[in-house]
Nanobody, 121 residues
Framework: QVQLVESGGGLVQAGGSLRLSCAAS????????MGWYRQAPGKQRELVAA???????NYADSVKGRFTISRDNAKNTVYLQMNSLKPEDTAVYFC???????????????WGQGTQVTVSS
């Protein structure tokens, strides 16, 4: 079993910054891609940013130049630095990890519980 624990959400004014963290723990052999998704009320969950174990990154067009994803492989932790936040960034942010499990030696996707980010205008 693998657990993802997120932290760092909150309320911020437009133009402000927040940093999200997500730590994975459990029976992990390795983690391939880690990413952040978000879901606003009445909308589908969408990819915000993703990063491979080698450090290659991918961003949604709406956050390019404002958000930065990074990871610490030794700590199985992924971060999302969010700058120049806009009201339209308001959503629940979910962490995702593509994990190679230690015992079964299979890949499975895991999700965090979500953390609320609210940007006021």
């Amino acid at each position: 079993q693998v657990q993802l624990v997120e932290s760092g959400g909150g309320l911020v004014q437009a133009g402000g910054s927040l940093r999200l963290s997500c730590a994975a723990s459990g029976i992990i052999l390795s983690i391939n891609t880690m990413g952040w998704y978000r879901q606003a009320p009445g909308k589908q969950r969408e990819l915000v940013a993703a990063i491979t174990s080698g450090g290659s990154t991918n961003y949604a067009d709406s956050v390019k130049g404002r958000f930065t994803i990074s990871r610490d492989n030794a700590k199985n932790t992924v971060y999302l630095q969010m700058n120049s936040l806009k009201p339209e960034d308001t959503a629940v942010y979910f962490c995702n990890a593509h994990v190679l499990e230690l015992v079964l030696r299979v890949f499975n996707d895991y999700w965090g519980q979500g953390t609320q980010v609210t940007v006021s205008s």
